[in-house]
């Protein structure tokens, strides 16, 4: 599935993104370059979405990955938590392919668990 186009994640920002409609962003990308991550848009201490407004993933400095819900940091590359509550825990990584024309899909069966 269509996620998006690289020129629609400018480098160094996050999106969340809908796959299924449900009026709720369910997974959220990351750029870095040119790596894009893609994360379960769950917090795993209590399984609450992180963003603390659309597309608002990454803390201030737009090195990590912050959840809202808890101040919880997650690296980027791994979605290790690095402090906060689920310390250890990680963001649950979802298969996406980046194409050479810039566009990113998601994996088929990566829709299953965006909304279990």
Avoid at 23 to 48: F, K, Y
Avoid at 73 to 87: K, N, S, V
Wanted: charged letters at 20%; aromatic letters at 4%; glycine letters at 12%.
């Amino acid at each position: 599935m269509r996620l998006c186009h690289l020129d629609d994640l400018p480098d160094g920002q996050s999106r969340g993104f809908d796959p299924q409609g449900r009026g709720q962003d369910s997974l959220l990308l990351v750029r870095r370059g040119g790596q894009v991550h893609a994360w379960l848009d769950r917090c795993p201490h209590h399984g609450t979405p992180m963003a603390w407004r659309k597309d608002a993933y990454l803390n201030a400095a737009g090195d990590r990955i912050v959840c809202a819900a808890h101040g919880a940091l997650f690296d980027i590359e791994t979605g290790l938590c690095t402090l906060g509550p689920c310390l250890g825990d990680r963001l649950q990584a979802l298969p996406i392919t980046v194409h050479p024309s810039g566009e990113v899909h998601l994996a088929d069966e990566a829709l299953q668990e965006t909304h279990p």
